[in-house]
């Protein structure tokens, strides 16, 4: 019996994550313009409903059904086309369902390997080029901190981020 209590609670403890969870974080971004997200399930099917223009993008694990309040998780944060590098949202998309297969990036891998079927791909398409993606990126990321994001973040909260880790 203490046997299977043990080994429920090691099985549950291997899907525990640390999430910061701040509003006073949240409050403090300095993002002024509303960004409309459009949600896909990360499939490859949905490849070609994603915009090929610039923007930003986030990973976000949450699970749909009708028994729960709507809720998940930002995963990570990232954006494309800044500097006007050409990379579009859709060519983006591609890059992540290869990362899938491929372990280039550990933590990348292995958060869309752990949900393949709950994990969500939100976007953003900012096609204009003044806009200035990098420092929304930073931004979005110091205000959230995702657990997947590693670097991405202001000078300040990057140190932070290495002390609380």
Known sequence: MAHDF???ADALQADAKRFLLSPTRWRASRVKTPITWTYLP???ANKNLVPEEAGVYAFIVSHDNNH??????IMYIGITGANGN????????GDYLREQ???KRPKI???LNKYPEDIKFAYSAIPDPAFDLEALE???NDAILPPVVVKDFTAEIRQLVKAIA
Do not use: S
């Open 42 to 44: 990360f499939t490859k």
């Open 68 to 73: 729960f309040p709507g809720h998940g998780f």
């Open 138 to 140: 930073l931004d979005l």
């Open 6 to 8: 043990v080994a429920k």
């Open 101 to 103: 297969q491929k372990n």
């Open 86 to 93: 050409g990379r579009t949202l859709r060519l983006r998309y």
């Open 109 to 111: 891998h292995y958060m």
